[in-house]
């Protein structure tokens, strides 16, 4: 029932930005935990950033100052803002959210229920 949609990646320079959108049907962004994460080639999908239903924030340490989570409840979208993208940025990257509301835990991968399709990040040098 519930459905997330990414859209907003591409391939960019180095330093170049990026902001990602996910769409959420079928359930309320207010009050849900909701997250992005990332799976470069070859490697664990890991946690990028995160958003909780009372506003708080968590970042890979590898993201902090560049990259920026919010969200649009009236409009149920969860955007992430990347800026000063790298090469090592570049990954399938998916939006996810908490089958539940008011969820107590948001960052690890059990943390979240629903999981968009993934969009692809490419950032050359």
């Known amino acids: 029932q519930v459905q997330l949609v990414e859209s907003g990646g591409g391939s960019v320079q180095a330093g170049g930005s990026l902001r990602l959108s996910c769409t959420v049907s079928?359930?309320?962004?207010?009050?849900?935990?909701m997250g992005w994460f990332r799976q470069a080639q070859g490697k664990e999908r890991e946690g990028v950033a995160s958003?909780?239903?009372?506003?708080?924030?968590t970042y890979a340490d590898s993201v902090k100052g560049r990259f920026t989570i919010s969200r649009d409840n009236a409009n149920n979208i969860l955007y992430l803002q990347m800026v000063s993208l790298e090469p090592d940025d570049t990954a399938m990257y998916y939006c996810?959210?908490?089958?539940?509301?008011?969820?107590?835990?948001?960052?690890?991968?059990?943390?979240?229920?629903?999981w968009g399709q993934g969009i692809q990040v490419t950032v050359s040098a």
């Open positions: 996810a959210a908490a089958i539940d509301r008011w969820s107590q835990s948001c960052w690890v991968e059990a943390d979240f229920g629903g």
């Open positions: 079928g359930a309320t962004l207010s009050g849900r935990c």
């Open positions: 958003l909780d239903w009372a506003g708080s924030t």
